[in-house]
């Protein structure tokens, strides 16, 4: 399986940008995929996660509200819609994906077996 993210971009605070991750194929009916996001210097943290049984999100407490995500079943595309961007969200966005998560593990990196590589979103000041 392999997973093809895009949308980042450098914008200014206050702007929205959309970023998609679309896996080649789904592997089984607990399919997750979820965001992550790594700022120079940092440990990668937990953004966002969409469980496919049941239509489940997931979010990091501190981006409720400004970030939403959903679904495009078809194209096996999950898309993070992030409003009223920061500064302090600049970082390179990483898309996961897992076929049998333990929903314990859901918001860690090490629940993750699929990665795709990352996009940057810059947000200006």
């Known amino acids: 399986v392999q997973l093809q993210a895009s949308g980042g971009g450098l914008v200014q605070a206050g702007d929205s940008l959309r970023l998609s991750c679309q896996a080649s194929?789904?592997?089984?009916?607990?399919?997750?995929m979820a965001w992550f996001r790594q700022a120079p210097g940092k440990e990668r943290e937990f953004v966002s996660a969409?469980?496919?049984?049941?239509?489940?999100?997931y979010f990091a407490e501190s981006l409720k509200g400004r970030f939403t995500v959903s679904r495009d079943t078809a194209e096996n595309t999950i898309f993070l819609q992030m409003n009223s961007l920061k500064p302090e969200d600049t970082a390179a966005y990483y898309c996961?994906?897992?076929?049998?998560?333990?929903?314990?593990?859901?918001?860690?990196?090490?629940?993750?077996?699929?990665w795709g590589q990352g996009t940057q979103v810059t947000v200006s000041s």
């Open positions: 996961a994906a897992s076929s049998n998560i333990i929903l314990s593990s859901l918001r860690r990196p090490e629940g993750y077996a699929i």
């Open positions: 194929r789904r592997t089984s009916s607990r399919w997750v």
């Open positions: 969409y469980r496919w049984d049941g239509g489940y999100t």
